[in-house]
């Protein structure tokens, strides 16, 4: 019998310590696929995919950058998406952040080779300018209460840090329960200390995150339009969710606009996780939600959208957790235990 499933690619932030050696675990079988990856980066003078990932030690600092974090967290989420078991229908594709350039290429909309060329070209382009910072601060109670309220006064705070003078400051990613913003060390700083600290860890800022899904990244998109052209886009084989929740459906897919929004908007303007977590649900009412590998830090963002729109009854955390005991419904592939429910 069919499972029919959303596919949900993760973004930045997911390859960490207990990832290293994903592939090497996961996916001894994919040698060719990475190899295109490796000759891609040592083109460009950059250590390969496969080394990076059989390496024996890891640090934050190196693993953190975006022209290392960003093909790892390619080649592992690509890798798992062709896993998947043979019952397993993806009747569409969303992501997170960088996770929707993953996404084209699980959608079909970017070959694998020019899915990892647009990866690794604006990793990299991030990495050189790395313009601003990034943070994270929830807005949710402990059991996924949604506060509207509160999350309406934390991005009012924000606009108001945001027009001060020498300060920039504003929304990048509307993650479940989560807040990222993004904006410069003063803005930034001024946030930290208008907020009370939570939980001993928030707000929380991201290392070698930049002010990515902000006016700030202006330039990377510049940059990255003049070196990766929209010939590389095709129609994709499902269809794809953004983040501003709007789907792109196969054979209607104006490749031009969506190398446009992939390229312009998706870097510049906030992206909104919780409405494209939303959206494929209530449009495509899955079986399954699957996160793909590496991490399971995603999986979280992805319940709490699921509880925020009432997604099948659930309200909070106990009705969410009580649903997931009787029958998965959200399956990370970067945990050992739900993986061996997707694949073959």
Known sequence: MTRTAVLICPGRGTYNKAELGYLHRHHADKAALFAGFDAQRKDAGQEEVTALDGATRFSVSKYSRGDIASPLIYASALADAQSLAEDIDVVAVTGNSMGWYIGLAAAGALSAADGFKVVNTMGTLMQQQLI???????????????????????????????????HDLGLSIDLGGMLVLAGNEAGLKAFEAAVPVLNGRFPMRLANHAAFHTVLQAPVAAEGRKQLGAELFQQPEVPMIDGRGQIWWPGATDTQALADYTLGHQVVKPYD?????????????????????????????????????????????????????????????????????VTG
């Open 132 to 166: 601003g910072g990034q943070l994270v601060y929830p807005f949710t109670g402990p059991e996924w209460q949604n506060s509207p309220h509160r999350k309406t006064e934390l991005l009012d705070l924000a606009a108001e840090i945001n027009v001060r003078e020498g």
């Open 273 to 341: 996780f919780t409405r494209a977590v939303q959206n494929a649900a209530c449009e495509f009412a899955p079986d399954l939600f699957i996160v793909t590998g590496p991490g399971t830090t995603l999986g979280g963002a992805v319940a709490l959208s699921l509880v925020q729109c009432g997604w099948q009854g659930m309200t909070g955390k106990p009705a969410f957790k009580a649903r997931q005991a009787e029958a998965p419904l959200l399956i990370s592939m970067g945990d050992e235990v739900q993986r061996s429910l």
